[in-house]
Nanobody, 115 residues
Framework: QVQVVESGGGLVQPGGSLRLSCSAS????????TGWCRQAPGKQRECVTF???????YYADSVKGRFTISRDNAKNTVYLQMNSLKPEDTAVYYC?????????WGQGTQVTVSS
């Protein structure tokens, strides 16, 4: 079984920054990618970024140029640096692990952007 734990959420003013962390442990077979999705109240879950095992990245248009995903393989941790935050970025952010087993999700961390 794979355990995924997110941290780093919180309340920030518009224009501010936050860094989320995602740590994974357990039976990870054939790591493919780690990504972040978010879900705002009353909205569908939106996947905004991922990073592959070899370091390739993808960003949704809604976050491109503002969010940066990176990984520290030694710590088995992925980071999401979020800059120039907007109120519409408010959501629960979920990290997931894509590997040869079933996709594993974390419990989510709340990000609130408000003045």
């Amino acid at each position: 079984q794979v355990q995924v734990v997110e941290s780093g959420g919180g309340l920030v003013q518009p224009g501010g920054s936050l860094r989320l962390s995602c740590s994974a442990s357990g039976s990870i077979f054939g790591m493919i990618a780690t990504g972040w999705c978010r879900q705002a109240p009353g909205k569908q879950r939106e996947c905004v970024t991922f990073i592959t095992h070899d370091g390739s990245t993808y960003y949704a248009d809604s976050v491109k140029g503002r969010f940066t995903i990176s990984r520290d393989n030694a710590k088995n941790t992925v980071y999401l640096q979020m800059n120039s935050l907007k109120p519409e970025d408010t959501a629960v952010y979920y990290c997931y692990i894509e590997h040869l087993g079933p996709r594993a999700w974390g419990q989510g961390t709340q990000v609130t952007v408000s003045s």
